[in-house]
């Protein structure tokens, strides 16, 4: 085992920092390539090509989320063995990992290609806007083979504490993306399809290059092609924590699935706009989401050594870390909305519509800050599945609840903006209350 991936012994400030800035960066280009899409397709096909690709954000999550999970569950048993420096037990749960993924990818490319069409006819996505976004679905998850396997590789070189390749291989991703899209959009005059076709491209580039990695390094964690198996004990165990975490991210993108639904009924503008602010909320988010997987690797390593007073540590550290960044990005958006709106669509009417939903919202960044850090611990310490109650609640079957009675009443699309500090509210009170009850001791994988 490397040594100085290890979470386990140095500075937690500087482990976790270091660690976590990784993510971020990572992160950081990654959005920066989702942005790319809607900025390069609004600026040259137009605020109808713009709300296909915003409409299609959210389901795509809602289903891809869910997959996601068995990654975000592997990474949770992996940085466990690899904290107690079990080494039979690393590379059983790796190949597992890795089977898991293969068989993820499959499924995924048959079920999104088969309904992208009748899901956003359900979303009661416009007959203007519908034939760009099955289009776009139909190839993003045609390409789900790289995405799911990229996911899977990053997730076992986050896991055994090497979060600098990943960033180095996102990096080379977002370059391929934005050049591709500017060749096949900007260049070539293709449709929302290319938009697609390039993220895809890129994601299969990123899982090569880790691949390649995992295959020829000297650690615990290499890939051996004659080892990639269902373990049957190790794939129950990801599959335990790894159903709950996918739930989870499809439990956030399902009630999202329903606002969507309800904004679209304001038309073209509201959907445009809507869809500009959330890629720009994507940026906020990536502080808390980057801490919040440090956060899992860093306490599942700490448990492992059973070093439990590290880990405490390590997430009070993390949280003042993302309330920080909250309240800095929060002032920001309030004053640089309408500016950053612009980019992507200077139509007044979607200027308008995203800068709305950013003035509200941007006040209350730190409640989902602490809800992700919490949720993260939770996933660290062998619990996802009480996060993933709280979700279901707070985030889930509140919000849908919010739209099914009050949206027929309200008829106000300002009704979906307030909805998400609502419930951001009522999840970090849930979460609260379970981590002052919570035993690090007595947590295990």
């Not at 590290?310 to 870390?321: M, Q």
């Not at 709106?341 to 800068?355: K, N, Q, R, Y």
């Not at 960044?365 to 993933?388: E, K, N, Q, S």
Request: glycine letters at 8%.
């Amino acid at each position: 085992m490397d040594d100085k991936n290890l979470l386990t012994e140095g500075s937690i400030q500087r482990k976790l920092i270091f660690f976590a800035l990784n993510i971020f960066l990572g992160n950081l280009f990654q959005q920066l390539y989702n942005t790319a899409d809607s900025i390069i397709v609004g600026n040259f096909l137009g605020h109808n090509a713009l709300a296909a690709v915003s409409s299609s954000g959210n389901l795509i999550f809602l289903i891809v989320g869910l997959f996601a999970g068995i990654s975000m569950g592997a990474g949770v048993v992996i940085s466990n063995f690899v904290g107690a420096r079990e080494q039979e037990q690393i590379s059983r749960s790796v190949h597992s990992t890795i089977a898991l993924g293969i068989a993820s990818a499959i499924i995924l490319t048959v079920i999104g290609v088969s309904f992208a069409e009748p899901v956003l006819k359900l979303m009661n996505t416009p007959e203007s806007v519908l034939p760009n976004s099955v289009t776009y679905l139909r190839i993003y998850f045609a390409g789900s083979f790289g995405f799911i396997m990229y996911n899977t590789f990053m997730g076992i070189l986050r896991a055994a504490g090497d979060s600098k390749h990943p960033l180095y291989y996102l990096i080379i991703s977002s370059v391929i993306n934005i050049i591709l899209d500017i060749v096949f959009i900007a260049g070539l005059g293709y449709g929302v399809g290319a938009a697609a076709l390039a993220t895809a491209v890129s994601q299969f580039f990123s899982a090569a290059l880790a691949f390649y990695r995992l295959m020829h390094i000297n650690a615990d964690y290499k890939i051996e092609l004659r080892k990639i198996k269902f373990d049957k004990l190790m794939t129950r165990k990801i599959i335990q924590y790894g159903i709950p975490s996918g739930l989870q991210n499809s439990v956030m993108s399902l009630s999202n699935v329903v606002i969507q639904s309800y904004i679209n009924t304001f038309g073209e503008f509201a959907m445009a706009g809507i869809g500009a602010y959330t890629k720009i909320e994507g940026f906020i988010f990536i502080p808390i989401t980057s801490f919040g997987m440090a956060i899992t690797t860093f306490v599942g390593q700490n448990i492992g050594a059973k070093e439990f007073d590290r880990a405490r540590k390590g997430i009070r550290f993390g949280l003042l870390c993302v309330a920080g960044s909250c309240l800095v990005l929060g002032a920001i958006m309030m004053v640089f909305a309408p500016s950053l709106i612009a980019l992507f669509d200077t139509h007044p009417e979607v200027i308008a519509h995203g800068t709305e939903r950013a003035h509200i919202v941007s006040m209350f960044f730190a409640l989902c800050g602490f809800t992700h850090v919490m949720a993260a611990v939770l996933r660290g310490t062998g619990r996802p599945t009480t996060a993933l109650i709280v979700f279901l609640l707070c985030w889930c079957v509140a919000r849908i609840a919010i739209i099914a009675v009050l949206g027929p009443i309200v008829q106000d699309i300002t009704l979906s903006h307030w909805i998400y500090p609502f419930t951001w509210m009522l999840s970090s009170l849930a979460f609260f209350f379970i981590y002052r009850k919570t035993d690090l001791e007595k947590a295990h994988i």
